[in-house]
């Protein structure tokens, strides 16, 4: 009977109304919002509920406003994702230059031809392989 006791009076003492000050919640809504706790550490250090801390967030805080939506993602992937951008702009650089050998081979062949006054282009141009084309005949 004792210990049933105790649960209930475990259960009265969390029911009270506490009343936490601004300033307080100020505190705890920068901390959240610096990293250095999270709602659950908040929620169980203080004993309120999650909802309450999400309140106050929506009230006090400068960045994190309802309506908005907050990515969280772990630090690796963001590193991946900003190692993947910086090899696509790589890529982009390189595809860049090729297309402006291309662009000048293109047209060192034209100035060519028109040097020697016939086509380079059509009387050098190689022939497609045998492989591609035997595609489709039998």
């Known amino acids: 009977m004792a210990t049933r006791k105790t649960h209930q009076d475990q259960q009265n003492q969390s029911k009270h109304n506490r009343y936490f000050s601004r300033d307080l919640k100020r505190e705890i809504v920068r901390d959240i919002e610096r990293g250095a706790l999270t709602i659950c550490e908040v929620s169980s250090s203080y004993s309120v509920s999650r909802t309450s801390i999400y309140r106050w967030i929506y009230r006090y805080s400068v960045k994190l406003k309802k309506g908005t939506i907050q990515i969280v993602e772990k630090k690796s992937q963001t590193r991946k994702i900003q190692a993947l951008q910086a090899r696509i702009k790589e890529l982009e650089h390189l595809v860049g230059i090729k297309q402006i050998q291309l662009e000048f081979s293109e047209k060192l062949v034209e100035l060519g031809s028109e040097e020697v006054g016939f086509d380079i282009k ?6 497609a392989s045998s492989t591609f084309g035997n595609i489709g005949k039998k």
């Open 122 to 127: 059509k009387k050098y141009a190689s022939k």
